[in-house]
């Protein structure tokens, strides 16, 4: 098999966030924060299992919109730009 189809980190363990119980009003912030950070890492779907959302969930944008702000004030550009993203995805979501 060719080596580009081989997952070289096969046997790495799947990336860990540190979330509260579902039931903390401050999950859905913690949610959000770790969808950025799994995409940031080129791995969105270990984050969307464990947090229970999706990328672009239209229920999470306004804490994306709160940490875009702040990526604009640090210049974060990377984080900018994946916040960005997500929230076209909320916005797409959200139109009938």
Do not use: N
Not at 57 to 79: M, T
Not at 82 to 92: G, Q, T
């Amino acid at each position: 098999m060719s080596r580009a189809f081989v997952k070289e980190d096969a046997d790495e363990p799947e990336p860990r966030y540190s979330l509260p119980d579902r039931d903390d009003p401050a999950y859905p912030a913690f949610a959000a924060w770790a969808l950025l950070e799994g995409w940031s890492r080129g791995d969105p779907h270990s984050a969307e299992r464990a947090t229970g959302y999706k990328w672009g969930a239209p229920e999470l944008r306004e804490h994306v919109e709160r940490f875009l702000e702040e990526a604009i004030e640090r210049q974060d550009e990377r984080l900018e730009t994946i916040a960005r993203r997500f929230l076209r995805k909320a916005r797409s979501a959200e139109m009938p």
